[in-house]
C-alpha cells in the first residue's frame, strides 16, 4: 500500500483537503477521546500555517498535523499542533514521518507543541523537552514542549 506524504501552505489548500483533514481531527479529538472543544480555531487559513498530512489509496486521509510560524517577541519560531492518526493506522511510524517532514522544514528554528502527557516520550525521540508544568486541555492531561532552536541559529558555538 502507498502512502503518500503531502504539504501545503493554508492559501493552497483546496476545500476538499481542508475537509477531510478537519473531518479526521473531530474524528480522533472530538468523537473518539470524547472532547468537545472549538475545533475551528481560526489557525488553519492563516498565511503563515502549513498543513502536513498523509494519504492512502482513494486519497484517504491517514495521518495530519498543522505547523505554524510564530513570532514570540519578534523572535522567529514554529508551533505543532493538531497532530492526529486514524485509529485504524496507528502504530505504522506515520506521526514520525510527518514529525519528520515538518520538522525538516522548521530547521534550526526552535519548535513548540503541547503535548499529550502519556505522548511526553515520543515527541523526546524527535528532540522535544518538557518546557513547563502539566495542564488540563479541555479535559486531558498535557505538557508543553519545546525543540530548542540549534546553536547555529542562536549564534552559539
Not at 489548500?13 to 481542508?18: E, G, H, I, P, V
Not at 479526521?24 to 475545533?39: G, M, N
Not at 514542549?145 to 546553536?151: I, L, N, R
Amino acid at each position: 500500500m502507498t502512502i503518500a506524504l503531502r504539504r501545503s501552505w493554508a492559501k493552497d489548500l483546496d476545500a476538499r483537503t481542508l475537509y477531510e483533514l478537519l473531518k479526521l481531527r473531530v474524528e480522533v479529538f472530538v468523537v473518539e477521546q470524547a472532547t468537545p472543544y472549538p475545533e475551528l480555531d481560526g489557525r488553519d487559513l492563516l498565511a503563515e500555517t502549513r498543513h502536513f498530512w498523509l494519504e492512502g489509496p482513494g486519497s484517504d486521509v491517514i495521518c495530519t498535523l498543522r505547523l505554524m510560524e510564530e513570532h514570540p517577541g519578534g523572535e522567529k519560531a514554529f508551533r505543532i499542533g493538531r497532530v492526529c492518526t486514524k485509529r485504524s493506522a496507528r502504530g505504522h511510524g506515520h506521526t514520525t514521518r510527518l514529525l519528520q517532514a515538518a520538522l525538516a522544514e522548521v530547521g534550526d528554528y526552535p519548535c513548540h507543541i503541547n503535548a499529550q502527557t502519556y505522548l511526553q516520550d515520543m515527541y523526546g525521540h524527535h528532540g522535544f523537552v518538557r518546557d513547563g508544568d502539566e495542564f488540563l486541555d479541555d479535559g486531558i492531561p498535557h505538557v508543553p514542549m519545546v525543540k530548542p532552536a540549534s546553536p547555529a541559529e542562536t549564534g552559539q558555538s
